[in-house]
């Protein structure tokens, strides 16, 4: 719970008020920070990304789709997917049924994105993501 509540903070964190962001910090890919609608159960969903260009498309690496829940008075952020275009990858956590709400869960694929998730927002951190130097540019 630790982990999934530190996500979300982050997450508020690079977001602030704003609906999408694209941070930059000089010698890393740009990071972009959206809202991207909600769940089939009804929770906001925050998408987080680098991105570049090849051959002109916009590519992800990665990508990671979070959904925010409450849960016992506290927002928390649970990594639900994984993509990597470079490489053809495209990872979900959950399996869902026709009405759009969970049915199966890949267990090992969501404590594999736990920790790439962990490890990924220290780098962020590290690399001047989550401070005033990165330049912020609104994107919506």
Known sequence: ???YRSFAKTLQSLLGDDQAVKLTVEGYMPLSVERI???GEGHPLVAIAHTGLQNGDVMFDPEMVFRIIEWDGAQLAE?????????????????????????HVDARLKAELKSFGRMWFRNLKAQ???????TRERRS
Not at 79 to 103: C, H, M, W
Not at 128 to 134: R, V
């Open 1 to 3: 719970m630790n982990t």
């Open 128 to 134: 001047g993501f989550l401070s005033p130097q990165a």
């Open 79 to 103: 990594p639900i997917s994984f993509r990597n275009d470079y490489v053809g990858l495209n990872q979900e956590v959950y399996r869902y049924d026709d009405q759009g709400k969970a049915t």
């Open 37 to 39: 609608g909600t769940s």
